[in-house]
């Protein structure tokens, strides 16, 4: 369930979506992204798993709002008090789970794409249909580093939603890069570096430009930590070089 997939950075992945736990040696954590409702007691057990607890979680840093990566954002504010980073351009999206831009009708992707449908029914089960919306969020602001273990620089890569922002750890050469970058599309099945298909992407145009901003990272960034599949360890151009490739579907 848990595994450290750079120094100090931990994956869960459950129900198709991943979830980062960023540890510092003063014994505090981040929490990148909060995957959906069932995850909650799963990041109990990552925490107990390295020695920490609850108290010792310092901060969340969400890439973009979509209900997969903000399902226990509202357990975090309400239970723990922990505070929330998010672009504000998404934070509408953080109140309401449901309400957002995406180019094409969702309800076609199972029948053109069959190996999602698998995909979908584990997102269902673990609660994709019974996300709360959370506020009283702070602005992640492009280009700065948030005061939160692992010192994250934030990288504004809108497109997936307007407001999304991939996450630079440049002493860990790791590159989060949430939604603007997936090895594993769950609307198609498809792996492999690439855009999120239009059925939950905003603008799939400018979700390939924003691949760019992705490009200027390659040399502080060997390991890139997506939000849904595996990481990827063959540099940030090669990934870039094969999601464009792929293209918008």
Same mark, same amino acid.
């Given at each position: 369930?848990?595994?450290?997939?750079?120094?100090?950075?931990?994956?869960? +992945?459950?129900?198709? /979506?991943?979830? $980062?736990?960023?540890?510092?040696?003063?014994?505090?954590?981040?929490?990148?992204?909060?995957?959906? !409702?069932?995850? @909650?007691?799963?990041?109990?057990?990552?925490?107990?798993?390295?020695?920490?607890? !609850?108290?010792?979680? #310092? *901060?969340?840093?969400?890439?973009?709002?979509?209900?997969?990566?903000?399902?226990? #954002?509202?357990?975090?504010?309400?239970?723990?008090? /922990?505070?929330? @980073?998010?672009? +504000? +351009?998404?934070?509408?999206?953080?109140?309401?789970?449901?309400?957002?831009?995406?180019?094409?009708?969702?309800?076609?992707?199972?029948?053109? $794409?069959?190996?999602?449908?698998?995909?979908?029914?584990?997102?269902? /089960?673990?609660?994709?249909?019974?996300?709360?919306?959370?506020?009283?969020?702070?602005?992640?602001?492009?280009?700065?580093?948030?005061?939160?273990?692992? %010192?994250?620089?934030?990288?504004?890569?809108? &497109?997936?939603? $307007?407001?999304?922002?991939?996450?630079?750890? !440049?002493?860990?050469?790791?590159?989060?890069? &949430?939604?603007?970058?997936?090895?594993?599309?769950?609307?198609?099945?498809?792996?492999?570096?690439?855009?999120? =298909?239009? %059925?939950?992407?905003?603008?799939? /145009?400018?979700?390939?430009?924003?691949?760019?901003?992705?490009?200027?990272?390659?040399?502080?960034?060997?390991?890139?930590?997506?939000?849904?599949? +595996?990481? @990827?360890?063959?540099?940030?151009?090669? =990934?870039?070089?094969?999601?464009?490739?792929?293209? *918008?579907?």
């Amino acid at each position: 369930m848990l595994s450290e997939v750079a120094d100090g950075v931990h994956r869960i +992945e459950h129900a198709y /979506v991943n979830v $980062y736990l960023v540890t510092d040696d003063e014994g505090r954590v981040l929490v990148v992204d909060t995957g959906l !409702p069932a995850t @909650w007691n799963l990041l109990g057990e990552a925490l107990r798993e390295l020695g920490r607890r !609850p108290s010792d979680i #310092a *901060a969340v840093v969400l890439t973009h709002a979509h209900f997969d990566h903000t399902g226990s #954002a509202a357990a975090f504010r309400t239970r723990l008090g /922990v505070p929330i @980073w998010l672009h +504000e +351009e998404d934070f509408t999206i953080a109140a309401h789970p449901y309400r957002y831009a995406h180019e094409n009708v969702r309800a076609a992707y199972p029948f053109r $794409y069959p190996a999602s449908l698998r995909i979908l029914a584990s997102m269902t /089960v673990a609660g994709a249909l019974r996300v709360r919306g959370v506020r009283g969020l702070l602005h992640a602001e492009p280009g700065a580093t948030l005061p939160v273990p692992g %010192a994250p620089r934030v990288i504004f890569t809108p &497109g997936h939603t $307007y407001g999304h922002c991939a996450l630079h750890l !440049p002493d860990r050469d790791v590159l989060l890069t &949430g939604d603007a970058l997936v090895t594993l599309d769950p609307y198609t099945g498809r792996r492999g570096p690439q855009i999120i =298909a239009g %059925a939950a992407t905003a603008d799939s /145009v400018q979700a390939l430009l924003s691949l760019d901003r992705l490009v200027a990272h390659d040399s502080g960034a060997t390991t890139l930590l997506p939000g849904h599949g +595996e990481p @990827w360890t063959g540099g940030v151009a090669a =990934a870039v070089e094969q999601a464009r490739r792929t293209g *918008a579907h």
